[in-house]
């Protein structure tokens, strides 16, 4: 009786370990999804559409788990022989010679395009991320234009806030030219959105897998059990 309360007590505590691994690893992570409103059609030569500034999104809060799904619009069928886009890693304050490190999507077809961790990193050279002054989407000789730019499981920042302080003062009336800069200056600096909200539910798949885990092992040794009478 004893071997048989420790055989299904040590499944229930491996099978408790994954949950609490998996809820751990999920709480670190999210996805974030950079605008696209400042997207522009490409040359169709091998120019760019978007370029996400290292002040919008830090690549270094990559991790191996990290996947940039990007979609598309193509002005005309792509009859070439590879993906119809690639992902560009640039750094050029940190580098000598300037990194332009091409990074080619591993599934893609004339709408969407996927690139994943290990293929930036070879392209790039490194692991570290930190250096990436750009990120850009490019076409491969087709014009191009990106409608949309997720980059999935990376790390999270910690977000602290200060509390305002309300100081009088005089001022002086702002004249229209400088209402229109601050205006362009804020759309060109939109902050990239972030959410967990393509995360898989790991929990409850989990918890099952916990139950049917149980089960089998107290099936098994109820068996065990039988096959000892007869």
Do not use: H
């Amino acid at each position: 009786m004893k071997k048989i309360l420790k055989t299904v007590l040590s499944a229930v505590i491996l099978c408790l370990t994954a949950v609490f691994m998996s809820v751990c690893v999920s709480a670190e992570t999210e996805d974030v999804e950079v605008p696209t409103t400042m997207a522009k059609n490409s040359s169709g030569a091998w120019g760019q559409s978007l370029t996400v500034q290292r002040t919008s999104f830090d690549c270094s809060r990559f991790t191996p788990e990290t996947i940039i799904n990007v979609e598309f619009e193509l002005d005309g069928e792509w009859t070439g022989s590879g993906a119809p886009v690639e992902l560009i890693l640039q750094n050029f304050s940190t580098a000598d010679p300037q990194i332009w490190a091409k990074v080619e999507p591993f599934e893609y077809d004339e709408t969407t395009a996927s690139f994943q961790y290990e293929d930036m990193v070879a392209a790039y050279g490194s692991d570290d991320f930190s250096g990436v002054d750009n990120m850009c989407l490019g076409d491969c000789g087709i014009v191009m234009k990106a409608t949309k730019f997720v980059i999935t499981n990376c790390e999270k920042v910690e977000v602290t806030t200060t509390e305002a302080t309300t100081t009088e003062a005089v001022t002086e009336p702002t004249t229209a030219a400088e209402t229109t800069a601050a205006t362009t200056a804020a759309a060109e600096t939109e902050a990239p959105s972030e959410s967990g909200g393509g995360s898989i539910p790991i929990i409850p798949i989990v918890i099952i897998t916990v139950v049917v885990a149980v089960a089998i092992v107290v099936v098994i040794i109820i068996v065990k059990n039988k096959r000892r009478f007869y």
